[in-house]
């Protein structure tokens, strides 16, 4: 579990992608303080995972989870898209 709790402020972006047998999620926090030639993100994770489903519920979860209440899909165009039933502290997403 996450000890560390993100400002509500934060915006998690996120990318759902086809994989052999699967989808990946790409779950990123930019940073903007960041220094030029040092990563521009907090961090970076990928699960590969089953179905967009699957997917769907870690996002969900990772948004309650850190008091998040922006997610931004990423704008690539090999992304799938993915819809947020529901987001912290409202009654409809996005």
Request: hydrophobic content about 35%.
């Amino acid at each position: 579990m996450n000890q560390r709790q993100v400002s509500s402020q934060a915006t998690l972006n996120y990318r759902l992608r086809s994989q052999n047998g699967g989808v990946c999620l790409d779950l990123w926090e930019n940073n903007p303080d960041a220094a030029p030639g040092n990563a521009s993100f907090r961090f970076f994770v990928t699960y590969e995972l089953e179905s967009a489903d699957d997917a769907q519920a870690i996002l969900e979860r990772y948004l309650m989870e850190n008091d998040v209440h922006q997610a931004v899909p990423s704008q690539s165009k090999t992304a799938i898209p993915i819809h947020l039933r529901t987001l912290v502290g409202s009654s409809t997403a996005g």
